[in-house]
């Protein structure tokens, strides 16, 4: 149990429950949806397995979440914590514009980049996009598949027919789908490659999509 603050404040009594390690990010990853143990664990692949329970555990003492045989879910008063949380990933995307090396995992940013992939905008069918690193050795190659509105992404190669092939180093590509820089800025100096035809080329930006909290930041920033 968190230690107690020892204040009345609303907000005290709040971070009491939330500001351990890890904690806040279980709620992110639930709020973007992931229900399933494992799914939870690839969005935060360096906390224990151990912790994570310990975590949820807590959480569903709180009555934040619930569970059962079909996963964990945010119950209301979980799910009101939507605004804070968005709000919090707004401002640290606003005001902390830059990150360390450490902080870079090609797992991740392929978990983030296959769960807010706009599968609408991809063509009937099935249609698989490649992915290089090439600043990395371990981890260097991915695919995304879309088929049937259904997104996977591949350590591996499932077989299909490659439409177009994305080249970037893992840190161009996180800034491009933080929203950091376009798509246009970063090929305009090459520091992304779309291997593709033409017509192709010119959309697979938008088959990509970005950072639901890009979006949130620019709609704050127009207002």
Request: include cysteine; hydrophobic fraction near 45%; aromatic fraction near 8%.
């Given at each position: 149990m968190a230690t107690s603050y020892g204040q009345f404040c609303p907000l005290a009594k709040a971070m009491e429950i939330l500001d351990e390690r890890w904690t806040i990010l279980i709620v992110r990853e639930l709020l973007l949806g992931s229900t399933r143990f494992n799914e939870l664990r690839r969005g935060v692949p360096r906390m224990s397995p151990a912790l994570l329970s310990k975590r949820l555990q807590a959480l569903e003492r709180h009555g934040i979440i619930e569970h059962d045989a079909s996963g964990y879910r945010l119950t209301e008063c979980g799910r009101d914590l939507h605004t804070a949380v968005m709000s919090l990933g707004v401002w640290g995307l606003r005001w902390i514009e830059d990150?360390?090396?450490?902080?870079?995992?090609?797992?991740?940013?392929?978990w983030d980049v296959r769960r807010t992939i706009p599968s609408a905008a991809w063509?009937?069918?099935r249609t698989c996009v490649a992915v290089e690193f090439t600043d990395l050795e371990r981890a260097r190659r991915w695919w995304l598949v879309v088929s049937g509105g259904v997104v996977d992404a591949c350590d591996y190669d499932?077989?299909?027919?490659?439409?177009?092939?994305?080249?970037?180093?893992?840190?161009?590509l996180t800034h491009v789908w933080?929203?950091?820089?376009?798509?246009e800025?970063?090929?305009r100096a090459r520091q992304v490659e779309i291997d593709a035809p033409r017509d192709t080329r010119a959309v697979v930006p938008d088959w990509f999509g970005r950072s639901m909290l890009a979006?949130?930041?620019?709609?704050?920033?127009a207002g």
């Amino acid at each position: 149990m968190a230690t107690s603050y020892g204040q009345f404040c609303p907000l005290a009594k709040a971070m009491e429950i939330l500001d351990e390690r890890w904690t806040i990010l279980i709620v992110r990853e639930l709020l973007l949806g992931s229900t399933r143990f494992n799914e939870l664990r690839r969005g935060v692949p360096r906390m224990s397995p151990a912790l994570l329970s310990k975590r949820l555990q807590a959480l569903e003492r709180h009555g934040i979440i619930e569970h059962d045989a079909s996963g964990y879910r945010l119950t209301e008063c979980g799910r009101d914590l939507h605004t804070a949380v968005m709000s919090l990933g707004v401002w640290g995307l606003r005001w902390i514009e830059d990150f360390g090396d450490e902080d870079l995992d090609p797992h991740l940013l392929m978990w983030d980049v296959r769960r807010t992939i706009p599968s609408a905008a991809w063509p009937p069918g099935r249609t698989c996009v490649a992915v290089e690193f090439t600043d990395l050795e371990r981890a260097r190659r991915w695919w995304l598949v879309v088929s049937g509105g259904v997104v996977d992404a591949c350590d591996y190669d499932p077989g299909y027919e490659v439409s177009a092939t994305v080249r970037a180093t893992l840190r161009t590509l996180t800034h491009v789908w933080r929203g950091d820089v376009s798509w246009e800025q970063a090929m305009r100096a090459r520091q992304v490659e779309i291997d593709a035809p033409r017509d192709t080329r010119a959309v697979v930006p938008d088959w990509f999509g970005r950072s639901m909290l890009a979006d949130a930041l620019a709609a704050v920033s127009a207002g």
